[in-house]
């Protein structure tokens, strides 16, 4: 698919776009991760992906925290799965990362289970917050990736 220069500005600016807002999201599900996990509130929803109150969340109960990170997390989930789509389909230079940051997401999402499941066993958690870092790594490179590689040249874009 031959784009004109235009295009290419175009595709280029809303993968920037799509890869910042999940990277963005990312960053956010592990602020408040590290928040809930200090406050000692990792086990408030012992439900997983719901919390016992199921869709009801009221702003002063006491799975407030644990299901804003889980909203949180399923929508930074989604944005990089988008993202991945959109690279996949128009923006080659960065296919392979956002790929590999999809599958860290879901890798996340599988031992996010694990961590309610297994009653905060801590190496489970300490696996958790590893893959949490190596998933933001991998969404800061995509997000690098948006942007023209600068080597002097004139025609390096």
């Known amino acids: 698919m031959n784009f004109t220069g235009r295009q290419k500005v175009e595709v280029q600016g809303v993968f920037r776009l799509l890869s910042f807002v ?48 889980r909203i949180i997390a399923l929508i930074g989930a989604i944005s990089v799965y988008v993202t991945t789509i959109y690279a996949i389909k128009r923006f080659v230079k960065a296919r392979t990362a956002a790929t590999i940051t999809s599958i860290a997401v879901s890798f996340q999402i599988a031992i996010g289970m694990l961590v309610v499941l297994s009653e905060l066993q801590p190496l489970i958690v300490a696996v958790h917050t590893g893959v949490g870092v190596l998933t933001l790594a991998l969404a800061l490179l995509t997000f690098i990736l948006s942007y023209p590689v600068i080597t002097g040249h004139p025609d390096s874009n």
Request: proline letters at 4%.
């Open 22 to 69: 999940s990277l963005g999201l990312i960053f956010a599900v592990i602020i408040v991760g590290a928040f809930v996990s200090a406050r000692g509130q990792g086990l408030s929803c012992s439900d997983w992906p719901l919390c016992p109150t199921g869709f009801s969340l009221s702003l002063g109960g006491e799975h407030f925290i644990e299901y804003v990170h």
